[in-house]
């Protein structure tokens, strides 16, 4: 069987929140993972549990440089996906996602290895059209401060689809929506992680504008998607959309948080960033058909995970300080 065969593959930005769980899936299906991370984001913590397993191997490698490995397959995961980690360092962020993309093509041109591609669904930018599907062309503003990620991503796709058409490489590109769980950075501004951390820490929940915009997902069911995009013999043709078409308002989100955590915590309402988009919602139809393929996590147990891994963190960082602390008195969860 396909699947069965052990590959040598490489994972960039293997590091981080959804790296991880990738490299630790490959490294179980026992296949020789290259984990290549510059630790921007990501940390060893995430991949602590894997550093004695013989068949995984940590690489400490900057995308925007070239890597010559020999490899059969790769996921090109490495970028920052927070808005206020990518927002840090803009220019960082778009070398990344450009530089990087070019590097890794080149690696998979030059050793055949068929290559996938981290994508998101913030191509779409601040969509007119609801639900997004593969062939909306988006509506992305070009020079706000999400430009750094939305841009260079589109740019990353452009560059996947000509390598494909111009050098015949084998590629998939997953248009991921948010994803959320273990492993998420506990301080990088995210909604569910945003929401947790406040929620177990007893302080106001921050919806933005009225809390009606509406997204989200869970890790586990993501990385089977990833693992059978890159597996299916299909030439998917173009990207692919995933995500949970099951839409929920950051306002019941806070409010199951706030119910799974057992907090007190009340809601308090801020107003909405630039550009942020109103809906997400895809539509999964392709990733239906190609790869038989569909969320399955309930949300209340991936927030009862999700809210176990946050508490268990904010156990081991911070066991004498109150809840109710003011901030600067508390250890920094990085
Ligand atoms: P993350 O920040 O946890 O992981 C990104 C990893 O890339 C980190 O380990 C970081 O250190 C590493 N990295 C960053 N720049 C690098 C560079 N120049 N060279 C080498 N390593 C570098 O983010 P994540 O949530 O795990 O996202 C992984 C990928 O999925 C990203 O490409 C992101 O754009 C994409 N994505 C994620 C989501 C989501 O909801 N989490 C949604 C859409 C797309
Ligand atoms: N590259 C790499 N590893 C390889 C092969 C290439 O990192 O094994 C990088 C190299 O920096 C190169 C880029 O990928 O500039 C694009 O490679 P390609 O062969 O497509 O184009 P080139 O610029 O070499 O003509
Ligand atoms: N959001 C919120 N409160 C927060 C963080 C985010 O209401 O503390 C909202 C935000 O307005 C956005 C949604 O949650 O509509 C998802 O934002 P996130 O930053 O998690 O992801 P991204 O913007 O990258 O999709």
Redesign the pocket.
Known sequence: MKELTRKRILVTGGAGFLGSHLCERLVTQCHDVLCVDNFYTGTKDNIAHLLDCPNFELMRHDVTF???VEVDEIYNLACPASPIHYQHDPVQTTKTSVHGA??M???A???KAKIFQASTSEVYGDALVHPQKEDYWGHVNPIGPRSCYDEGKRCAETLFMDYRRQHGLSIRIARIFNTYGPRMHPADGRVVSNFMMQALRGEPLTLYGDGSQTCSFFVDDMIDAFIRLMNTDEDPGGPVNLGNPHEVSMREMAERIVAITGSSSPLEFHPLPTDDPWHRQPDISRARELLGWQPHTLLDDGLEQTARYFRARIEASSEAVPANAPAAQRPALT
Do not use: A, S
Request: charge should be positive.
């Open positions: 070239p890597l010559y070019i590097n093509l080149g690696l041109k030059r050793v």
